[in-house]
């Protein structure tokens, strides 16, 4: 397939309507949802197949793969550039990190979700925090205003998008106690009401807090499974508390480019290459790439 002719075809309207409602049917359970989070085509296609109902993109990989650090410096055309390219080549339904949605403004979330959803992608999330050292969190008054934006803009698309809305107390240094907790609640159960799908609160959490969250929380709950130098309890004992979404941000692509380390220093100071030993064959991948 002429893969310039695949990006820049038009979506298919009622395909991705069918899409949308089925991923957001998986965060209804039974089954709690796992989404690998991929950070450019070919490690969606290698994520694809493995028995995902659905696969997420990490904006800190796809940021870091195109040169820029994590925090919204890649801007939204650059990003939905490489999301709109996995949604288009892989058969799943694709939710993407969004950030904080890439301007000042509720109309810019709104705008972000409306282009989201032109590039073929079926969900989001969307961040509370604001990466600035004095204030560290949008006032939640003002983040409820974007998120309702963001639900808004994707009804007047007729697409049920999921709106996965982020709090990111727990991100926070120096925060905790019952005050951060009754914090994260709040935010979270606003956002709901104000048209969210699914709340996410990332962070290093324990099984308590999990557990205490998932019953707090009006709406499906969504959990990180892995930051670096954490991994979460396994999916059985995550369902069990109640948590309905398990994703894993950038760590995978963080785990990549250190075996990149690794294997760099392993040639430069042994003069041998083990990593070759599990790397797929050139045969495999175009294969893949060209299903």
Known sequence: MDRQALWSQPVDKEALRAKAAAFRKLH?????????????????????????????????????????????FIGRDEMLAVV???????????????????????????????RAIAAGVVG??????????????????????RIRAAREAADAEDVPFVVNARTDGYL????????????????????????ADCLFVPGKLDLETIGRLAQAIDGPLNVLGAISGYSAPPLPQ???LGVARVTIGGSLSLAA????????????????????GSAFSNAELNKMLAE
């Open 238 to 240: 995550l369902q069990e």
């Open 124 to 145: 989001a999330n969307f961040e509370d925090g604001t990466g600035q050292a004095g204030a560290p969190l949008r006032d939640q008054s003002e983040n409820v205003e």
């Open 257 to 276: 480019l250190a075996l990149v380390k690794q294997a760099a220093r392993e040639m430069r100071e042994q003069g041998t290459f083990s990593y070759a």
């Open 28 to 72: 209804e359970g039974p089954q709690i949802l796992m989404l690998p989070n991929a950070w450019d085509v070919g490690s969606a296609v290698v994520l694809a197949r493995e028995g995902f109902p659905a696969i997420a993109t990490t904006s800190a990989g796809i940021a870091f793969a195109q040169g820029y650090a994590d925090g919204e």
């Open 84 to 114: 709109g390219r996995i949604a288009k080549m892989v058969p799943l339904p694709v939710t993407a990190d969004l950030e904080r949605g890439y301007g000042p403004k509720a109309e810019d979330v709104a705008e972000t979700v409306r």
């Open 172 to 195: 926070v240094p120096g925060g905790k106690g019952s005050a951060l907790f009754d914090d994260v609640v709040r935010r979270a159960n606003a956002y709901r009401a104000a048209g």
